[in-house]
């Protein structure tokens, strides 16, 4: 069989199509180096998401190397809301990854279709993925693109789990681009959304640039927006680098105040200043969310107006 043609061609073209015993079944997302596809593992007779990476990124030595480590990095890492990796390896000039997939949909979707989540939602989706975050930080891994459509959200197993969520796509060739020259100078690899400062700069990242990047997302599932929507690239790189987040508070009436020190925290310009994990920053989060509703079974006060009648009845 022939390689199949670039990742960026066209949709479907290689529906049916055998890579590396997988049946290429549907396209299921694209982004600039990689289409990932529903496919059909043959050995096992399972779904899997088959992701393929750009053609001219096997021809780079030090870029295959890299990927063939980082793989097996994030193959060895077994966390409940990290998609496992199950294989990867290059066939006919291809690399490629298989992962589990995952049916359901992801954080971007689940937003467009229902806007702003509850409080106690937005931080139990949260703390999922920062608990995936951590993990993978432990392993020396940085995620480095942390965004709504890398979160997916699948159904959870009873009313007091009601979403399993899953952290998908890792910074693993990331990290290898800007190290091979796909990323030229002044470039970084990211969603201008969600970018931390240190990536914009080219500074050195660790795990709290994704303290930043999940509290972009955690701005977003409060408000309905990411913390800063400007009308062209540079103005909204210049606002993460330089301009204050808004308070959430303020775009959404009624979150409680201590939410917005939370958020302000995660977002700050510095990583010295952020919470220094992800499961630190969702903890706060959660615990400041939770000043906002009655615990469950407490008869909320009576109204001002109602009080002299209340007491002519306790005393009559």
């Not at 997916?152 to 800007?178: C, I, M, N, Q």
Request: charged letters at 25%.
């Amino acid at each position: 069989m022939t390689a199949p043609g670039p990742p960026g061609g066209r949709p479907g073209e290689l529906r049916g199509k055998r890579i590396a015993g997988y049946l290429v079944e549907s396209e299921i997302g694209r982004g600039g180096m990689a289409v990932v596809y529903l496919a059909r593992d043959l050995r096992l007779d399972r779904p899997v998401a088959l992701k393929l990476l750009a053609p001219e990124l096997a021809r780079n030595d030090v870029f295959r190397q890299r990927f063939a480590h980082e793989s097996k990095v994030a193959a060895a890492i077994d966390h409940p809301h990290i998609v496992p990796v199950f294989e990867a390896g290059e066939t006919e000039g291809l690399l490629y990854i298989a992962m589990r997939y995952v049916p359901g949909q992801d954080l971007r979707a689940l937003l467009d279709r229902t806007g702003p989540l509850p409080v106690e939602t937005a931080a139990r989706i949260a703390g999922q993925v920062a608990s995936a975050l951590d993990a993978a930080h432990a392993h020396d891994l940085v995620h480095r693109d942390v965004k709504p459509g890398n979160i997916l959200v699948a159904e959870g197993t009873d009313s007091e789990h009601p979403e399993h969520v899953y952290l998908t796509d890792f910074g693993l060739t990331k990290k290898s681009l800007s190290l091979t020259g796909f990323t030229s100078v002044g470039q970084f690899v990211g969603t201008l959304d969600y970018v931390a400062p240190e990536q914009i700069s080219g500074k050195p990242v660790d795990g709290r640039c994704d303290v930043y990047s999940l509290g972009c997302v955690v701005h977003e599932t409060l408000t309905g927006s990411p913390p800063f929507r400007r009308d062209d690239d540079m103005a909204l790189l210049w606002a993460h680098q330089f301009d204050p987040p808004p308070r959430v508070s303020s775009l959404r009436p009624g979150l409680p105040a201590a939410v917005d020190g939370v958020l302000a925290k995660a977002l700050a310009k510095s990583p010295d200043d952020r919470w220094n994990s992800c499961l630190e920053f969702t903890g706060a989060l959660r615990r400041a969310g939770a000043r906002a509703a009655p615990p469950p079974g407490a008869v909320p006060p009576p109204p001002r107006w109602a009080l002299p009648v209340i007491r002519e009845e306790d005393t009559g």
